[in-house]
Protein backbone atom coordinates (compact mmCIF):
# COMPACT_ATOMS: atom_id res chain seq x y z
CA UNK A 1 0.00 0.00 0.00
CA UNK A 2 1.23 3.29 -0.92
CA UNK A 3 3.39 5.03 1.78
CA UNK A 4 2.42 8.85 2.91
CA UNK A 5 3.92 10.64 5.64
CA UNK A 6 0.97 12.14 7.26
CA UNK A 7 0.53 12.04 11.23
CA UNK A 8 -2.43 10.63 13.63
CA UNK A 9 -2.43 10.39 16.93
CA UNK A 10 -4.78 8.84 18.93
CA UNK A 11 -5.14 9.04 22.66
CA UNK A 12 -7.01 6.04 24.22
CA UNK A 13 -6.63 2.61 26.18
CA UNK A 14 -4.37 1.09 23.79
CA UNK A 15 -4.31 -2.88 23.75
CA UNK A 16 -2.50 -5.44 21.41
CA UNK A 17 -0.73 -8.12 22.02
CA UNK A 18 2.89 -8.72 20.91
CA UNK A 19 3.28 -12.09 21.86
CA UNK A 20 0.68 -14.68 22.71
CA UNK A 21 2.04 -14.70 26.47
CA UNK A 22 0.72 -11.57 27.64
CA UNK A 23 -1.45 -8.17 26.55
CA UNK A 24 0.98 -5.00 25.85
CA UNK A 25 -1.29 -2.39 27.56
CA UNK A 26 -1.01 1.45 27.35
CA UNK A 27 -3.64 2.87 29.51
CA UNK A 28 -4.28 6.34 29.00
CA UNK A 29 -1.82 6.08 26.25
CA UNK A 30 -1.13 7.65 22.51
CA UNK A 31 -0.85 5.69 19.16
CA UNK A 32 1.05 7.90 16.69
CA UNK A 33 0.70 7.15 13.07
CA UNK A 34 2.66 7.92 10.06
CA UNK A 35 0.67 7.82 6.95
CA UNK A 36 -0.29 4.27 7.11
CA UNK A 37 1.77 2.60 9.96
CA UNK A 38 2.66 3.02 13.56
CA UNK A 39 5.55 5.21 14.63
CA UNK A 40 5.10 3.77 18.06
CA UNK A 41 2.88 3.64 21.20
CA UNK A 42 3.52 6.20 24.27
CA UNK A 43 2.39 6.38 27.99
CA UNK A 44 3.52 9.84 27.65
CA UNK A 45 3.49 11.69 24.33
CA UNK A 46 7.29 12.34 23.23
CA UNK A 47 7.63 16.37 23.16
CA UNK A 48 7.98 16.68 19.02
CA UNK A 49 4.78 15.72 18.88
CA UNK A 50 3.42 18.85 20.70
CA UNK A 51 1.57 20.67 17.97
CA UNK A 52 -0.14 17.93 16.10
CA UNK A 53 -3.69 17.70 17.03
CA UNK A 54 -5.08 14.06 19.10
CA UNK A 55 -7.96 12.04 18.82
CA UNK A 56 -9.25 11.71 21.50
CA UNK A 57 -11.22 8.42 22.40
CA UNK A 58 -11.03 9.10 26.50
CA UNK A 59 -11.62 5.79 28.41
CA UNK A 60 -12.21 3.87 25.45
CA UNK A 61 -10.05 0.63 23.78
CA UNK A 62 -8.11 0.81 21.13
CA UNK A 63 -7.69 -2.68 19.83
CA UNK A 64 -6.25 -4.34 16.19
CA UNK A 65 -8.49 -4.75 13.55
CA UNK A 66 -9.78 -8.17 13.31
CA UNK A 67 -8.68 -10.92 10.99
CA UNK A 68 -11.10 -13.60 9.58
CA UNK A 69 -8.55 -16.05 7.99
CA UNK A 70 -11.18 -18.71 6.72
CA UNK A 71 -14.73 -18.04 5.72
CA UNK A 72 -17.10 -18.74 2.59
CA UNK A 73 -18.94 -15.60 1.53
CA UNK A 74 -21.61 -17.79 -0.57
CA UNK A 75 -22.74 -19.59 2.61
CA UNK A 76 -24.00 -16.63 4.09
CA UNK A 77 -27.50 -17.53 3.15
CA UNK A 78 -27.51 -20.85 4.75
CA UNK A 79 -25.55 -19.58 8.37
CA UNK A 80 -27.55 -22.07 11.29
CA UNK A 81 -29.28 -24.23 9.80
CA UNK A 82 -28.32 -27.99 8.99
CA UNK A 83 -26.04 -28.88 12.01
CA UNK A 84 -26.93 -32.08 12.74
CA UNK A 85 -24.92 -33.43 10.18
CA UNK A 86 -21.49 -33.52 9.79
CA UNK A 87 -19.24 -32.31 7.54
CA UNK A 88 -19.80 -34.56 4.24
CA UNK A 89 -23.74 -35.02 4.35
CA UNK A 90 -23.71 -31.44 5.05
CA UNK A 91 -21.96 -30.39 2.10
CA UNK A 92 -24.31 -32.41 -0.17
CA UNK A 93 -27.55 -31.31 1.40
CA UNK A 94 -26.80 -27.51 2.30
CA UNK A 95 -23.74 -26.22 0.56
CA UNK A 96 -23.29 -27.35 -3.03
CA UNK A 97 -27.16 -26.80 -3.16
CA UNK A 98 -26.33 -23.38 -2.58
CA UNK A 99 -23.21 -22.84 -3.68
CA UNK A 100 -24.91 -23.63 -7.67
CA UNK A 101 -27.02 -20.77 -7.23
CA UNK A 102 -24.17 -18.18 -7.36
CA UNK A 103 -24.16 -18.90 -11.39
CA UNK A 104 -26.94 -16.34 -11.47
CA UNK A 105 -24.91 -12.86 -10.60
CA UNK A 106 -28.03 -11.02 -9.65
CA UNK A 107 -28.66 -13.76 -6.70
CA UNK A 108 -24.24 -13.48 -6.13
CA UNK A 109 -24.56 -9.70 -5.86
CA UNK A 110 -27.26 -9.86 -3.41
CA UNK A 111 -26.10 -12.26 -1.31
CA UNK A 112 -22.29 -10.86 -1.39
CA UNK A 113 -23.95 -7.62 -0.71
CA UNK A 114 -24.94 -8.89 2.84
CA UNK A 115 -21.90 -11.00 3.73
CA UNK A 116 -19.91 -7.90 3.08
CA UNK A 117 -21.60 -5.16 5.30
CA UNK A 118 -21.73 -7.89 7.62
CA UNK A 119 -18.01 -8.48 7.63
CA UNK A 120 -17.46 -4.98 7.43
CA UNK A 121 -19.70 -3.91 10.89
CA UNK A 122 -18.51 -7.21 12.69
CA UNK A 123 -14.97 -5.18 12.77
CA UNK A 124 -13.00 -7.30 10.41
CA UNK A 125 -10.53 -5.16 8.45
CA UNK A 126 -8.91 -8.30 6.58
CA UNK A 127 -9.92 -11.71 5.75
CA UNK A 128 -9.04 -14.41 3.28
CA UNK A 129 -12.17 -15.63 1.75
CA UNK A 130 -13.72 -18.62 -0.81
CA UNK A 131 -16.19 -17.77 -3.49
CA UNK A 132 -17.53 -20.21 -5.78
CA UNK A 133 -16.28 -22.00 -9.04
CA UNK A 134 -18.12 -19.22 -11.26
CA UNK A 135 -15.28 -16.62 -11.72
CA UNK A 136 -17.61 -13.80 -12.59
CA UNK A 137 -19.90 -13.91 -9.42
CA UNK A 138 -16.41 -14.39 -7.66
CA UNK A 139 -15.31 -10.90 -9.38
CA UNK A 140 -18.69 -9.32 -7.84
CA UNK A 141 -17.69 -10.18 -4.52
CA UNK A 142 -14.06 -8.72 -5.39
CA UNK A 143 -15.53 -5.58 -6.69
CA UNK A 144 -17.76 -5.23 -3.15
CA UNK A 145 -14.98 -5.91 -1.00
CA UNK A 146 -12.70 -3.58 -2.68
CA UNK A 147 -15.89 -0.72 -2.31
CA UNK A 148 -15.73 -1.15 1.24
CA UNK A 149 -11.79 -0.77 2.09
CA UNK A 150 -11.70 -4.88 3.25
CA UNK A 151 -8.24 -5.99 2.80
CA UNK A 152 -8.73 -9.58 1.51
CA UNK A 153 -7.71 -12.55 -0.48
CA UNK A 154 -10.28 -13.84 -2.52
CA UNK A 155 -10.60 -17.72 -4.15
CA UNK A 156 -12.39 -18.83 -7.48
CA UNK A 157 -12.79 -22.54 -5.95
CA UNK A 158 -11.91 -25.24 -7.87
CA UNK A 159 -13.52 -28.61 -7.93
CA UNK A 160 -13.43 -31.68 -10.90
CA UNK A 161 -15.18 -34.59 -8.90
CA UNK A 162 -17.20 -36.09 -5.74
CA UNK A 163 -19.84 -33.12 -6.33
CA UNK A 164 -22.93 -32.28 -8.07
CA UNK A 165 -22.94 -32.14 -12.18
CA UNK A 166 -24.01 -28.66 -11.24
CA UNK A 167 -20.63 -27.76 -9.78
CA UNK A 168 -18.42 -30.19 -10.93
CA UNK A 169 -16.07 -28.21 -13.42
CA UNK A 170 -14.23 -30.09 -16.42
CA UNK A 171 -10.48 -30.01 -15.26
CA UNK A 172 -8.81 -28.28 -17.98
CA UNK A 173 -12.04 -25.78 -18.32
CA UNK A 174 -11.28 -25.27 -14.76
CA UNK A 175 -7.50 -24.35 -15.35
CA UNK A 176 -8.20 -22.36 -18.33
CA UNK A 177 -10.67 -20.02 -16.21
CA UNK A 178 -8.46 -19.80 -13.34
CA UNK A 179 -5.84 -18.60 -15.33
CA UNK A 180 -8.14 -15.81 -16.81
CA UNK A 181 -9.32 -14.98 -13.49
CA UNK A 182 -6.13 -14.70 -11.88
CA UNK A 183 -4.87 -12.54 -15.09
CA UNK A 184 -8.05 -10.09 -14.84
CA UNK A 185 -8.18 -9.15 -11.64
CA UNK A 186 -4.47 -9.39 -10.37
CA UNK A 187 -3.43 -5.83 -9.78
CA UNK A 188 -6.92 -4.53 -10.52
CA UNK A 189 -7.78 -3.80 -7.02
CA UNK A 190 -6.11 -1.67 -4.37
CA UNK A 191 -7.29 -3.74 -1.36
CA UNK A 192 -8.15 -7.56 -2.81
CA UNK A 193 -6.14 -10.00 -4.25
CA UNK A 194 -6.59 -13.90 -5.53
CA UNK A 195 -5.49 -16.57 -3.81
CA UNK A 196 -5.82 -20.14 -5.21
CA UNK A 197 -8.45 -22.61 -4.31
CA UNK A 198 -8.94 -26.02 -4.50
CA UNK A 199 -11.80 -27.12 -2.25
CA UNK A 200 -10.49 -29.99 -0.58
CA UNK A 201 -8.68 -33.03 -1.74
CA UNK A 202 -12.13 -35.14 -2.04
CA UNK A 203 -13.38 -32.48 -4.94
CA UNK A 204 -9.71 -31.97 -6.62
CA UNK A 205 -8.21 -34.96 -9.40
CA UNK A 206 -4.28 -35.02 -8.95
CA UNK A 207 -4.35 -33.43 -12.42
CA UNK A 208 -6.44 -30.10 -11.23
CA UNK A 209 -4.48 -30.14 -8.08
CA UNK A 210 -0.71 -30.55 -9.85
CA UNK A 211 -1.83 -27.49 -12.62
CA UNK A 212 -2.83 -25.48 -9.47
CA UNK A 213 0.10 -25.96 -7.55
CA UNK A 214 1.81 -24.82 -11.17
CA UNK A 215 -0.51 -21.55 -11.53
CA UNK A 216 0.23 -21.20 -7.60
CA UNK A 217 4.08 -20.82 -8.16
CA UNK A 218 3.82 -18.86 -12.01
CA UNK A 219 1.99 -16.23 -10.55
CA UNK A 220 3.50 -16.10 -7.33
CA UNK A 221 -0.33 -16.47 -5.58
CA UNK A 222 -1.39 -17.80 -1.94
CA UNK A 223 -3.04 -20.88 -1.61
CA UNK A 224 -6.28 -22.04 0.47
CA UNK A 225 -7.92 -24.97 1.48
CA UNK A 226 -9.39 -27.49 3.86
CA UNK A 227 -7.22 -29.88 5.94
CA UNK A 228 -8.15 -33.31 7.84
CA UNK A 229 -11.23 -31.63 9.41
CA UNK A 230 -12.84 -34.94 9.93
CA UNK A 231 -12.45 -38.02 10.76
CA UNK A 232 -15.00 -39.86 7.42
CA UNK A 233 -12.94 -37.02 4.93
CA UNK A 234 -9.65 -37.79 6.52
CA UNK A 235 -10.28 -41.64 5.57
CA UNK A 236 -12.12 -40.83 2.10
CA UNK A 237 -8.65 -39.08 1.22
CA UNK A 238 -6.52 -42.19 2.50
CA UNK A 239 -9.00 -44.25 0.09
CA UNK A 240 -8.37 -41.48 -3.14
CA UNK A 241 -4.84 -41.49 -2.44
CA UNK A 242 -3.37 -44.34 -1.17
CA UNK A 243 0.39 -43.53 -2.23
CA UNK A 244 0.29 -40.27 0.03
CA UNK A 245 1.56 -40.42 3.92
CA UNK A 246 -1.02 -38.25 5.46
CA UNK A 247 -3.48 -35.66 4.46
CA UNK A 248 -1.27 -32.76 3.99
CA UNK A 249 0.95 -35.03 1.92
CA UNK A 250 -1.57 -34.87 -0.56
CA UNK A 251 -1.19 -31.16 -0.91
CA UNK A 252 2.46 -31.08 -0.78
CA UNK A 253 2.62 -33.58 -3.47
CA UNK A 254 0.90 -31.03 -5.93
CA UNK A 255 3.12 -27.83 -4.37
CA UNK A 256 -0.06 -26.68 -2.41
CA UNK A 257 1.22 -26.63 0.78
CA UNK A 258 3.45 -24.14 1.58
CA UNK A 259 5.25 -23.75 -1.54
CA UNK A 260 3.68 -20.47 -1.80
CA UNK A 261 2.40 -18.77 1.23
CA UNK A 262 -0.82 -21.23 2.29
CA UNK A 263 -3.42 -21.29 4.93
CA UNK A 264 -5.27 -24.49 5.79
CA UNK A 265 -8.49 -24.29 7.37
CA UNK A 266 -9.30 -26.65 10.67
CA UNK A 267 -6.22 -28.92 11.01
CA UNK A 268 -8.52 -30.82 13.84
CA UNK A 269 -7.35 -34.52 13.42
CA UNK A 270 -3.37 -33.86 12.95
CA UNK A 271 -0.44 -36.81 12.47
CA UNK A 272 2.65 -35.57 14.45
CA UNK A 273 4.51 -36.30 11.00
CA UNK A 274 1.60 -33.73 9.32
CA UNK A 275 2.14 -30.77 12.44
CA UNK A 276 6.13 -31.07 11.40
CA UNK A 277 5.59 -30.37 7.63
CA UNK A 278 3.23 -27.83 8.39
CA UNK A 279 5.83 -26.17 10.56
CA UNK A 280 8.50 -26.77 8.01
CA UNK A 281 6.61 -25.26 5.15
CA UNK A 282 5.21 -22.35 7.15
CA UNK A 283 1.62 -23.25 6.50
CA UNK A 284 -0.82 -21.19 7.84
CA UNK A 285 -3.71 -22.80 10.08
CA UNK A 286 -7.29 -21.17 10.28
CA UNK A 287 -9.12 -22.59 13.35
CA UNK A 288 -12.10 -22.37 13.16
CA UNK A 289 -13.99 -23.65 16.57
CA UNK A 290 -17.55 -22.67 15.62
CA UNK A 291 -17.27 -24.77 12.51
CA UNK A 292 -16.16 -27.80 15.01
CA UNK A 293 -18.68 -27.74 17.31
CA UNK A 294 -21.88 -26.95 15.09
CA UNK A 295 -20.58 -29.54 12.55
CA UNK A 296 -19.34 -32.29 15.60
CA UNK A 297 -15.91 -32.51 13.73
CA UNK A 298 -13.80 -32.49 17.13
CA UNK A 299 -11.52 -29.94 19.20
CA UNK A 300 -8.29 -29.03 16.97
CA UNK A 301 -5.02 -29.10 19.54
CA UNK A 302 -4.37 -25.56 19.56
CA UNK A 303 -2.32 -25.36 23.09
CA UNK A 304 -0.17 -27.85 21.66
CA UNK A 305 0.31 -26.27 18.01
CA UNK A 306 1.07 -23.11 19.90
CA UNK A 307 3.80 -24.43 21.60
CA UNK A 308 5.38 -26.11 18.95
CA UNK A 309 5.61 -22.44 17.35
CA UNK A 310 3.07 -22.94 14.59
CA UNK A 311 1.25 -19.88 12.68
CA UNK A 312 -2.22 -20.21 13.38
CA UNK A 313 -5.09 -17.47 13.16
CA UNK A 314 -8.99 -17.48 13.59
CA UNK A 315 -11.39 -17.69 10.95
CA UNK A 316 -15.32 -18.28 11.30
CA UNK A 317 -15.98 -20.33 8.27
CA UNK A 318 -19.55 -19.49 7.44
CA UNK A 319 -21.52 -21.53 7.49
CA UNK A 320 -20.21 -23.81 9.01
CA UNK A 321 -19.24 -21.48 11.75
CA UNK A 322 -23.17 -19.34 12.49
CA UNK A 323 -21.50 -16.02 13.17
CA UNK A 324 -18.62 -13.48 11.51
CA UNK A 325 -18.65 -12.26 15.33
CA UNK A 326 -15.28 -12.93 15.77
CA UNK A 327 -15.18 -11.77 19.59
CA UNK A 328 -17.91 -14.83 19.58
CA UNK A 329 -15.36 -16.82 17.31
CA UNK A 330 -12.26 -15.98 20.38
CA UNK A 331 -14.81 -16.88 23.32
CA UNK A 332 -15.53 -20.42 21.28
CA UNK A 333 -11.83 -20.82 21.22
CA UNK A 334 -11.33 -20.75 24.86
CA UNK A 335 -14.09 -22.70 25.47
CA UNK A 336 -13.22 -25.57 23.22
CA UNK A 337 -9.86 -25.53 24.43
CA UNK A 338 -11.05 -26.05 27.69
CA UNK A 339 -13.05 -28.52 26.80
CA UNK A 340 -10.14 -30.40 25.30
CA UNK A 341 -8.16 -29.89 28.27
CA UNK A 342 -10.55 -31.87 30.63
CA UNK A 343 -11.58 -34.26 28.51
CA UNK A 344 -8.87 -35.66 26.39
CA UNK A 345 -6.51 -35.19 29.73
CA UNK A 346 -3.35 -34.26 27.96
CA UNK A 347 -0.70 -31.81 29.15
CA UNK A 348 -2.76 -28.79 26.71
CA UNK A 349 -3.39 -26.08 28.68
CA UNK A 350 -6.82 -24.27 28.34
CA UNK A 351 -5.80 -21.04 26.16
CA UNK A 352 -5.55 -17.86 27.48
CA UNK A 353 -7.23 -14.78 26.99
CA UNK A 354 -4.48 -12.95 25.05
CA UNK A 355 -3.61 -16.25 23.67
CA UNK A 356 -6.96 -16.18 21.89
CA UNK A 357 -6.48 -12.08 21.57
CA UNK A 358 -3.31 -12.61 19.85
CA UNK A 359 -5.27 -15.63 17.12
CA UNK A 360 -7.58 -13.30 16.04
CA UNK A 361 -4.82 -10.35 15.46
CA UNK A 362 -1.39 -11.01 14.79
CA UNK A 363 -1.73 -14.53 14.43
CA UNK A 364 -3.95 -14.17 11.19
CA UNK A 365 -2.74 -10.94 10.61
CA UNK A 366 0.81 -12.29 9.65
CA UNK A 367 -0.53 -13.60 6.66
CA UNK A 368 -0.78 -9.78 5.52
CA UNK A 369 2.51 -8.83 6.34
CA UNK A 370 3.39 -6.67 9.27
CA UNK A 371 -0.91 -6.69 10.59
CA UNK A 372 -2.61 -7.23 13.87
CA UNK A 373 -0.27 -5.09 16.31
CA UNK A 374 0.46 -2.03 17.06
CA UNK A 375 4.64 -2.59 17.30
CA UNK A 376 6.56 0.29 15.26
CA UNK A 377 6.38 -0.62 11.62
CA UNK A 378 2.59 -2.52 11.81
CA UNK A 379 0.49 -1.10 9.06
CA UNK A 380 -2.14 0.95 11.60
CA UNK A 381 -5.42 -1.16 11.76
CA UNK A 382 -7.73 -0.35 14.89
CA UNK A 383 -11.21 -0.54 16.15
CA UNK A 384 -12.25 1.56 18.46
CA UNK A 385 -14.31 0.10 21.34
CA UNK A 386 -16.94 1.30 23.49
CA UNK A 387 -17.42 -1.13 25.93
CA UNK A 388 -19.88 1.28 28.55
CA UNK A 389 -22.84 -1.62 28.22
CA UNK A 390 -21.30 -4.23 29.57
CA UNK A 391 -20.17 -2.56 32.72
CA UNK A 392 -23.60 -1.55 35.13
CA UNK A 393 -21.28 -0.23 38.05
CA UNK A 394 -17.36 0.78 37.87
CA UNK A 395 -15.31 -0.91 34.94
CA UNK A 396 -12.84 -3.40 36.32
CA UNK A 397 -8.73 -3.36 34.91
CA UNK A 398 -8.11 -3.23 31.35
CA UNK A 399 -7.64 -6.95 31.20
CA UNK A 400 -10.58 -7.25 32.14
CA UNK A 401 -12.60 -5.26 29.90
CA UNK A 402 -10.81 -7.44 27.55
CA UNK A 403 -11.82 -10.37 28.57
CA UNK A 404 -15.55 -9.33 28.97
CA UNK A 405 -15.68 -8.00 25.63
CA UNK A 406 -14.46 -11.29 24.12
CA UNK A 407 -18.28 -12.91 25.76
CA UNK A 408 -20.39 -10.10 24.85
CA UNK A 409 -18.61 -7.78 22.58
CA UNK A 410 -20.87 -7.39 19.01
CA UNK A 411 -20.38 -4.93 16.02
CA UNK A 412 -22.82 -2.38 18.54
CA UNK A 413 -19.41 -1.65 20.19
CA UNK A 414 -17.61 -0.79 17.94
CA UNK A 415 -17.14 2.74 17.28
CA UNK A 416 -14.94 3.44 14.67
CA UNK A 417 -12.38 1.51 12.15
CA UNK A 418 -9.14 2.53 10.55
CA UNK A 419 -7.32 0.56 8.30
CA UNK A 420 -3.88 0.98 6.93
CA UNK A 421 -4.12 4.30 8.60
CA UNK A 422 -7.20 5.29 7.21
CA UNK A 423 -10.81 5.49 8.80
CA UNK A 424 -13.53 3.23 7.35
CA UNK A 425 -16.33 4.48 6.84
N1 LIG B 1 -14.52 -28.82 3.26
C1 LIG B 1 -14.75 -28.67 1.93
N2 LIG B 1 -15.63 -27.70 1.70
C2 LIG B 1 -15.97 -27.18 2.88
C3 LIG B 1 -16.84 -26.12 3.29
O1 LIG B 1 -17.48 -25.46 2.49
N3 LIG B 1 -16.92 -25.90 4.62
C4 LIG B 1 -16.21 -26.61 5.54
N4 LIG B 1 -16.34 -26.34 6.82
N5 LIG B 1 -15.41 -27.61 5.18
C5 LIG B 1 -15.28 -27.89 3.87
FE1 LIG C 1 -14.39 -23.87 5.24
Known amino acids: MKKSSHINILKGNIVHTETSKLFNISKNGYIVVQGNCIEG ?10 NIEIEDYGDKLIIP ?42 YAE ?12 QGTTRAVIFGTIHEESTEILMDLLEEKGISSYVGKVNMDRNCPDTLKEDSNESIKKTIKWVENCSGKYKFVKPIIT ?6 CTGYLMEELGKIAEKYNLPV ?37 KTIMAHCVHLTDEEIATIKKNEVVIAHCPTSNVNLSSGISPISKLLKKDVQI ?16 VMASTIKMSKLRS ?17 LATKGGGRFFGKVGSFEEGYEFDALVIDDDNLWKVSKGSIEERVERLIYFGCEKNIINKYLSGKVLN
Open 313 to 328: GLGSDISGGETLNMFA
Open 41 to 50: VYDKLPERYK
Open 198 to 203: PRFVPS
Open 224 to 260: QSHLSENPSEIEWVKELHPDCKNYGDVYDKYNLFGQT
Open 110 to 121: KIYKEFVNELYN
Open 342 to 358: VCFKEEEKPLTIPEVFY
Open 65 to 106: GFVDLHTHAPQFAIKGIGYDKELIPWLETYTFPEEAKFIDKA
